[in-house]
């Protein structure tokens, strides 16, 4: 069930939200002892909350589109007495005196929050293989990893543990568990969503998003979650458009740009047609869709992973101390930054406005830019290396290489849905846009959604 479904069925009375709570909770009791997506539920909490927002609504008080609807968020949302554990031994027992910003403006829009998902440790990885708390399973494949580090909430959406839930993308954590779990989720522009109350991985790259069953729903929820907010001193002043997309919404003379260079190199054949299928039918929907050539994306990538190393490793300088408390993966990627020179740092940083400028001039020609978000489906628990055009490539590197330099740059972007491959996996198309054209993003999205 979408959010849109929900919301309209609770309008005319066919259900509550007492009995939306309840239904994911039943999800997650018959799902997450196999597929781990929570780390923490919280099912008394949740259904004395719902109870009371079908009070309200009795009354004649609707909050919203999210009112009475359950939704997650993923364990790096600071949330008033309940334990936000940012998937490590750190933070095990940490219980905030207070909301991050998201947390707050979901719960003032009436969103039931049924549980904290699971997560990579600090949400420094793409497996959500938490050392601490165990592997987060991929719904469709319980072999295979759900994609990270918001592993648990791509996993909790896939399978109607929640109708919305909450991850964060430093380079590409949002869209990677959408992609391997078969759901939608946005990356919004920098500053578009509050990161107040959220525990940092890096200072400069994190974005706050939701991941959801549909466009619609992303739009909705992403209306809820979009605004400045004075305590995130880079939080946006740009004015929020209106996100959801109308009834019969039309992709004619919007430009496409499909790229000729770096997106389509070393991608799963059946992920590259899905792809390249979508764009043939928006061109038959009156969509002008155009071969570009991007700018360096390997070097915005190298820029992306210099930043992060520093930054990261900058965050959790305080922990180090106690190697003990962090998982090996995590902590060779610590030790890496703390090897990063301050002149490469202040290179990286002055490159990256080197590259954004050269991005910006792709919106004279397009409106959005089509790729894939991964170049690979789901691979299995444990694996270091998956193959990619005749190449082994290490799943990390591999499974970021597509989407981190969006991060860099800073633009919004929208994963989503393209299909199945031979063995049943979901693939996933990306589609970016130009700072705060998330409105473009969703129609453009509802459209290619009556296309899959």
């Known amino acids: 069930m979408t959010i849109v479904e929900a919301a309209a069925l609770q309008?005319?009375?066919?259900?509550?939200?007492?009995?939306?709570?309840?239904?994911?909770?039943?999800?997650?009791?018959?799902?997450?002892?196999?597929?781990?997506?929570?780390?923490?539920?919280?099912?008394?909490?949740?259904?004395?909350?719902?109870?009371?927002?079908?009070?309200?609504?009795?009354?004649?008080?609707?909050r919203g589109p999210l009112h009475g609807i359950p939704v997650a968020l993923k364990d790096v949302f600071c949330t008033r007495r309940v334990r936000t554990t940012v998937g490590s031994r750190i933070w095990a027992d940490h219980v905030p005196n207070y909301n991050s910003a998201v947390a707050d403006r979901l719960e003032a829009a009436g969103a039931v929050l049924i549980g904290k998902t699971g997560m990579h440790e600090l949400a420094y990885g793409v497996t959500s293989n938490n050392p601490h708390f165990g592997p987060v399973r991929n719904p469709w494949n319980e072999d295979c990893i759900p994609g990270g580090s918001s592993g648990g909430s791509g996993?909790?959406?896939?399978?109607?543990?929640?109708?919305?839930a909450m991850g964060s993308d430093t380079g590409g954590s949002i869209r990677i568990p959408a992609a391997y779990c078969g759901t939608v989720g946005i990356k919004p522009t920098t500053g578009r969503v509050s990161r107040y109350g959220v525990m940092p991985l890096d200072f400069t790259l994190d974005h706050m998003g939701p991941l959801t069953a549909s466009v619609a729903d992303a739009a909705l929820s992403l209306q809820v979650l979009a605004g400045h907010d004075p305590r995130d001193d880079s939080s946006s002043r740009e004015p929020v458009d209106e996100y959801l997309p109308q009834p019969g919404a039309s992709i004619r003379m919007l430009r496409i740009g499909l790229p000729e260079n770096f997106y389509f190199d070393r991608v799963q054949p059946s992920i590259a047609r899905a792809v390249r299928r979508l764009a043939q039918l928006a061109e038959s929907e009156g969509a002008i869709v155009k071969p570009v050539r991007v700018p360096d994306m390997a070097a915005i990538n190298t820029v992306g992973r210099v930043i992060l190393f520093?930054?990261?490793?900058?965050?959790?300088?305080?922990?180090?101390?106690?190697?003990?408390?962090?998982?090996?993966?995590?902590?060779?990627?610590?030790d890496q930054g703390r090897l990063i020179a301050a002149t490469d740092y202040v290179q990286a940083q002055r490159l990256r406005r080197v590259f954004q400028r050269e991005f910006?001039?792709?919106?004279?020609?397009?409106?959005?830019?089509?790729?894939?978000?991964?170049?690979?489906?789901?691979?299995?628990?444990?694996?270091?290396?998956?193959?990619?055009?005749?190449?082994?490539?290490?799943?990390?590197?591999?499974?970021?290489?597509?989407?981190?330099?969006?991060?860099?740059?800073?633009?919004?972007?929208?994963?989503?849905?393209?299909?199945?491959?031979?063995?049943?996996?979901?693939?996933s198309a990306q589609l970016i846009g130009k700072p705060f054209a998330e409105a473009t993003l969703f129609r453009a999205g509802a459209v290619f959604e009556t296309f899959v």
């Open 310 to 334: 520093a930054e990261a490793s900058a965050t959790m300088m305080p922990y180090l101390k106690d190697r003990s408390l962090f998982g090996a993966d995590v902590l060779a990627l610590l």
């Open 11 to 62: 309008q005319q009375g066919k259900i509550s939200s007492a009995e939306l709570t309840q239904s994911a909770l039943q999800a997650v009791a018959a799902r997450n002892i196999r597929l781990n997506a929570f780390i923490t539920v919280l099912e008394e909490q949740a259904l004395n909350q719902a109870r009371r927002l079908d009070a309200e609504r009795a009354q004649g008080t609707v």
């Open 155 to 164: 996993a909790s959406v896939a399978t109607g543990m929640s109708l919305m």
């Open 360 to 427: 910006a001039q792709l919106w004279s020609e397009i409106d959005i830019l089509l790729t894939p978000t991964a170049p690979n489906t789901a691979p299995p628990i444990g694996s270091a290396e998956v193959e990619l055009g005749g190449e082994q490539e290490d799943v990390r590197l591999a499974a970021t290489r597509l989407v981190r330099g969006i991060n860099v740059l800073g633009l919004p972007a929208l994963a989503m849905p393209c299909g199945r491959d031979a063995a049943g996996m979901p693939m």
